[in-house]
C-alpha cells in the first residue's frame, strides 16, 4: 500500500511539476523573471528529491542495521538469503548515497535518480518482508 501511495506522490509532484512548467513558459514574463523562476522551481524539487532520497537512505539503512543483528543472532545457522538481501540493501544506500551528493552538487540525472529511488524502495521491502517473517517465525516456534 505505501509503494503504490508513494509512486501515486511522485506521479502527482511529476505532473505537478510539468504543469507548472508549461504554465510558466506560456506566460507573458521577461526572460529574466522567466529564467528565475525556473531555477527556484528547479531547486526546489531537486531539495525535495534529496529529501526523499536521505529519508530512503535512513530507512534502508536501519534495516540494514536489524538485519546484521538479526543474521548474528543466528550465527551457526548461516541465512543465506538473508546476506544476500543485505548485500543488495547496502548496494542500494550506497547508491542512493552517491545520488544525493550529485543531486547536493547538481550533477544527477534523472534515469539514475529514479533507479537509485527503485533499488532503494526494493531493498526496503525485501528487507522489510524478510524481517517481518523472521519475527514470526520465532514466535510461532517458542
Known sequence: MK???EKIAIGTA?????????GILT??????SLR???????SKTRSETERK???MHS????LIVTGNETRDKLQDKTDEKLAALLVTANTAKDKAREMISALHEGG???EELQV???????????LKKYLTNDTKTKKTSK
Do not use: F, M
Open 3 to 5: 509503494k503504490k501511495t
Open 14 to 22: 511529476v505532473a505537478a511539476a510539468v504543469g507548472y512548467l508549461a
Open 27 to 32: 506566460a507573458p514574463k521577461t526572460g529574466k
Open 36 to 42: 528565475k523562476t525556473i531555477h527556484n522551481t528547479a
Open 53 to 55: 532520497l536521505k529519508s
Open 59 to 62: 530507512e534502508v539503512n536501519d
Open 108 to 110: 544527477a540525472a534523472d
Open 116 to 126: 537509485a529511488i527503485n533499488d532503494v524502495n526494493k531493498a526496503i521491502d525485501h
